[in-house]
């Protein structure tokens, strides 16, 4: 399974960015999606999940109420849309794919390339 990431960019804060992340190769119906997040000098972390039939989704506490992940099966992609950005949302952005729903990363088991979101103030 390939996984692209884009829709990274520069931001100030207060604004807006939508990543997507299209999958090919696989069966992305049968897959819950995540997204992590990864600064600098910081270990890669948690970001959202979506279960493979988009009806279930969890958030870090850090960005709930602010990000919303979603996805579209008939596309193979996967969404998040970030919205009230922060400096400290400033990361490089992977989605992933896992059989099992989960918020660890040890437990997926396909990655993206990573896209740049800078936040700046």
């Known amino acids: 399974v390939q996984l692209q990431a884009s829709g990274g960019g520069l931001v100030q804060t207060g604004g807006y960015l939508r990543l997507s992340c299209t999958t090919s190769?696989?069966?992305?119906?049968?897959?819950?999606m995540g997204w992590f997040r990864q600064a600098p000098g910081k270990e890669r972390a948690f970001v959202a999940v979506i279960n493979s039939g988009g009806g279930t989704t969890d958030y870090a506490d850090s960005v709930k109420g602010r990000f919303t992940i979603s996805r579209a099966n008939a596309k193979n992609t996967v969404y998040l849309q970030m919205n009230s950005l922060e400096p400290a949302d400033t990361a490089v952005y992977y989605c992933a794919a896992a059989s099992r729903y989960s918020f660890v990363k040890r437990l997926y088991e396909y990655w993206g390339q990573g896209t740049q979101v800078t936040v700046s103030s």
């Open positions: 190769g696989g069966s992305f119906n049968n897959y819950n």
